[in-house]
């Protein structure tokens, strides 16, 4: 049985997004920091691109794995405990990365530890836990500011992991790192609420509510309907291309730039990512959930193409600019379409189903792109894959029919209550 919590102030609400921030600022902060430390890893300990590409798909594929097992707990439990968990593994594995000295230990510690942990306490977990709290008026706009954390943590992580492998190198830098996520993301998880909102984002205030368009009994149910699998597929293409970040210093760097000018473009996207993250919840309020997800994969697919076929200094910022205001512009549609139309009681559920196609994207792509550089030495197979990729599903994601499926455009149902 669902367990739901009691009325809280509506302020309260603001503490739980304040708090999903947090974790994400962190987090996913660091795990965007694996790209500074890719070229100085496998030189140390003499492996190829492949291999460690291989353990971050690992991560990725795991995570993916077990989220809709974490997002179902989250539905029926409630985020607290669940999230407080996973951050403590997650900076504990952090942590070890320090004392890898084999592949199979960095497969348990990074791949299967950090993995695990990043399941139960994903951006997409801390989207749908926002959505249920917030109401629908404010919703995609809530959701973009969580992403928006997430994109100052990318911003401040990398540039601080670069400074601290600089002065320290990489070893060290985990261990500052693995530290500062458990000094800052446990407080955090734990001011989340036990339970669900009661309301689902209402304030507490009795309305009249019709089921969503596509709402089912059972989450199984969504799986015969088109419009989750053209989100899942759009979401697959999504993780595919975001997950190359973390190649994108070596890319840099293989093509001459030195490593401080690398992660200089990389906090421009950083940057970018913020403004795109906050404007796609206000856009899509405005022009519709599945326009803003067709623009920002098209945006996209420019970007990769720049750095395929513009040999140029400038690629680099013209990438950063166009990537950035895309890379997280998606999050917020997905999360508030998929509530829109399949219902909040089971957001968590579909939403880590999601997320689950957008890691085994991620993770393949991750992967391909180390095996592909070590046969070809270059990472243009992969830049041009997701080119393709992201071409497709910005044409899937406008044929999404949000108008016949979204309850925001349902007929307005009279108040029951004052």
């Given at each position: 049985m669902t367990h739901t919590q009691p009325d809280q102030p509506q302020a309260y609400r603001w503490v739980i997004l304040a708090s999903a921030c947090l974790m994400g600022f962190m987090l996913v902060g660091a795990r965007e920091t694996l790209g500074n430390f890719l070229k100085p890893i496998t030189t140390e300990l003499q492996w190829d691109r492949e291999t460690i590409s291989l353990v971050a798909a690992i991560n990725l594929w795991l995570s993916g794995l077990l989220q809709p097992f974490t997002g179902y707990i989250m539905d029926r439990f409630g985020p607290k405990w669940l999230m407080t968990t996973s951050v403590a593994l997650y900076g504990i594995g952090v942590l070890l990365v320090a004392f890898t000295?084999?592949?199979?230990?960095?497969?348990?510690?990074?791949?299967?530890?950090?993995?695990?942990?990043?399941?139960?306490?994903?951006?997409?977990?801390?989207?749908?836990?926002?959505?249920?709290?917030?109401?629908?008026?404010?919703?995609?706009?809530?959701?973009?500011?969580?992403?928006?954390?997430?994109?100052?943590?990318r911003l401040a992580l990398l540039s601080l992991s670069f400074y601290a492998l600089t002065l320290y190198g990489w070893r060290s830098a985990h261990i500052f790192l693995g530290v500062a996520i458990l000094v800052v993301a446990i407080p955090a998880a734990l001011l989340l609420p036990r339970y669900q909102s009661s309301s689902t984002g209402s304030g507490g205030r009795a309305r009249a509510t019709v089921p969503a368009p596509l709402e089912v009994t059972h989450w199984t149910d969504s799986l015969k309907t088109l419009p989750l699998?053209?989100?899942?597929?759009?979401?697959?293409?999504?993780?595919?291309?975001?997950?190359?970040?973390?190649?994108?210093?070596?890319?840099?760097?293989?093509?001459?730039?030195?490593?401080?000018?690398?992660?200089?473009?990389?906090?421009?996207?950083?940057?970018?990512?913020?403004?795109?993250?906050?404007?796609?919840?206000?856009?899509?309020?405005?022009?519709?959930?599945?326009?803003?997800?067709?623009?920002?994969?098209?945006?996209?697919?420019?970007?990769?193409?720049?750095?395929?076929?513009?040999?140029?200094?400038?690629?680099?910022y013209v990438f950063a600019v166009l990537g950035g205001l895309s890379w997280l512009a998606t999050p917020p549609s997905v999360t508030a379409l998929t509530g829109e139309m399949y219902g909040m009681r089971t957001l968590g559920t579909l939403g880590g189903l999601s997320l689950l196609s957008h890691q085994i994207g991620g993770g393949l792509s991750v992967w391909l792109a180390g095996k592909f550089f070590d046969v070809t030495g270059s990472y243009d197979i992969s830049f041009t894959l997701a080119t393709i990729a992201l071409v497709g599903a910005s044409l899937v994601s406008f044929g999404i029919a949000e108008r016949r499926y979204s309850i925001r455009y349902a007929p307005p149902v009279a108040a029951t209550g004052d």
């Open positions: 000295h084999s592949v199979w230990y960095l497969v348990v510690v990074y791949g299967i530890l950090v993995g695990s942990a990043t399941a139960g306490s994903s951006i997409s977990l801390t989207n749908a836990m926002v959505a249920q709290w917030f109401p629908a008026q404010r919703r995609a706009f809530a959701i973009s500011l969580n992403n928006a954390g997430v994109a100052l943590g699998w053209q989100l899942m597929g759009g979401y697959f293409v999504c993780g595919m291309t975001v997950s190359l970040s973390i190649h994108f210093i070596a890319f840099a760097t293989d093509h001459g730039f030195k490593h401080a000018e690398a992660v200089t473009a990389q906090s421009t996207m950083a940057l970018m990512i913020f403004c795109g993250a906050l404007l796609a919840g206000l856009v899509s309020d405005r022009i519709g959930r599945k326009n803003v997800l067709g623009i920002a994969y098209a945006m996209r697919a420019v970007a990769f193409g720049t750095l395929l076929w513009w040999h140029h200094w400038l690629a680099l």
